[in-house]
């Protein structure tokens, strides 16, 4: 078996800073159950690529198809979608005192004029 490490990895970046980062399963339990209600992120199918795994010497190799992912073709924008999804129904419940669910942001039943939000990635 060969092993490749990634060119950009760095041993002097200090990873240790990443140890602070929450991770809280039962919320990304909620958020996978969100996401799946708004119909944008169906599973996504494993293919197995038996000739490439052979090439690069590792038992099995799969790619994972995003390109049902309508209209979005991609895991990454739900993320971001979700995230802002939190955002406003944080602030709404600040404001107005009421958490609303999701269906509630979609119709813009609790929408505020005067608040922005942009989400920017990089690819």
């Known amino acids: 078996m060969r092993l490749q490490l990634n060119p950009s990895f760095d041993p002097t970046f200090p990873y240790e ?10 919320r990304a339990a909620l958020a996978r ?7 944008l992120a169906p599973r996504t199918p494993l293919h197995r690529l038996p000739n ?24 990454k924008s739900l993320g971001g979608a979700y995230a802002l999804g ?4 944080d602030r709404t419940e600040r ?11 979609f ?4 929408s505020d ?5 942009v989400a920017v990635t990089d690819g």
């Open 17 to 26: 800073c990443l140890e602070d980062i929450p991770v809280d399963l039962a």
């Open 95 to 105: 404001e107005w005192g009421v958490r609303p669910d999701y269906a509630s942001l």
């Open 86 to 89: 939190e955002t406003l129904r």
């Open 113 to 117: 004029p005067d608040y922005c939000a």
């Open 52 to 75: 490439l795994a052979i090439e690069v010497g590792v038992g099995e190799l799969f790619i994972k198809d995003e390109g049902l992912r309508e209209p979005l073709k991609s895991f």
């Open 33 to 39: 159950k969100e996401l799946r209600g708004w119909g």
């Open 107 to 110: 119709d813009r039943k609790h």
